[in-house]
């Protein structure tokens, strides 16, 4: 069993910064690439942003500069620092990590998203 598990969701004003932490457990032989996507009310799931295990990141045009993914492979933990907040991010915010639970055996995991809302 593995388990993606989010935190750090919250209400914040426009402008201010909030840090989303997603922490994998289980049987877990390694991680490959780990990301966010958030899906806002009435609108599809969107990428947020992708980090590989060597550290190479990718993000949406709409987050570029103002958000930041990092991870802790020593942890199992990828990071979203969010930074100037608009009230267009609000979202529920979800983890993806590609998980190999063997040498050749892996699977796409979600967790369970996390709130954020930009509102003053």
């Known amino acids: 069993q593995v388990q993606l598990v989010e935190s750090g969701g919250d209400l914040v004003q426009p402008g201010g910064s909030l840090r989303l932490s997603c922490a994998a457990s289980g049987s877990i032989f390694s991680i490959n690439a780990m990301g966010w996507y958030r899906q806002a009310q009435g609108k599809q799931r969107e990428l947020v942003s992708t980090?590989?295990?060597?550290?190479?990141?990718n993000y949406a045009d709409s987050v570029k500069g103002r958000f930041t993914i990092s991870r802790d492979n020593a942890k199992n933990t990828v990071y979203l620092q969010m930074d100037s907040l608009k009230p267009e991010d609000t979202a529920v915010y979800y983890c993806?990590?590609?998980?190999?639970?063997?040498?050749?055996?892996?699977?796409?995991?979600w967790g369970q998203g996390t709130q954020v809302t930009v509102s003053s």
């Open positions: 980090i590989t295990r060597s550290g190479s990141t």
């Open positions: 993806n990590a590609r998980i190999y639970t063997g040498y050749l055996t892996y699977g796409d995991y």
